[in-house]
């Protein structure tokens, strides 16, 4: 009891700080693990009716935005953000799953050669980094161990084996599993 009221303190102290350098439009009825959010401002995040975020999302650039759906489940996982992620409604998504939108480095060493020092100092160049959004449709079930890649869109229904690499779009009511993942069959009208 004592340790549940200590941990829905420090969450409230953590949204009361992110509230104000960060946008953030969280339903009432969500619950949201605030201390493992890493925001600043011109970042936004936006959970809906009775959600449960426990893992962690870090925003890598301004402008960086995470939506997520009404009753979705996102467990003790990461989102790395630099740009879109979007996941929709009724979806699981399980623990130890990472969910990114970029490259984090360019592939010259050239380009790259300063990023820890610059990060470091908040000055990261992106403008060689390859950033594309990612869509996670809505009655989504992500396995344990999940890679999600930059520019993927899953489509409604689809389930993601747990260990899958993802870097290509799923189609909707498909299972897919694999590094690379790969369709292993389609779900049918009953399992819908």
Known sequence: ??????????????????????????????????????????????????????GAISFQRAGAKVAIGNRTSFGASLIDCAASVEIGDDTMISWGCVITDHDSHSLRWSE????????????????????RPVAIGSKCWIGMHVLILKGV?????????????????????????GAPARPIRALGEEER
């Open 1 to 54: 009891m004592v340790r549940d009221n200590l941990a829905r303190l420090l969450d409230l102290l953590a949204m009361q700080r992110l509230n104000r350098r960060a946008h953030l439009s969280v339903s009432p009825t969500a619950r949201v693990r605030y201390r493992t959010l890493h925001m600043k401002a011109g970042h936004s995040l936006s959970v809906g009716e009775g959600s449960l975020v426990e």
């Open 112 to 131: 790259r050669s300063a990023d820890v020092r610059n990060t470091l100092l908040g000055t990261k160049d992106w403008s060689h980094v390859a950033i």
């Open 153 to 177: 869109a899953i489509g409604e229904g689809a389930v993601i084996a747990a260990g899958s690499v993802v870097t290509r779009d799923v189609p909707a009511w498909t299972v897919v599993a």
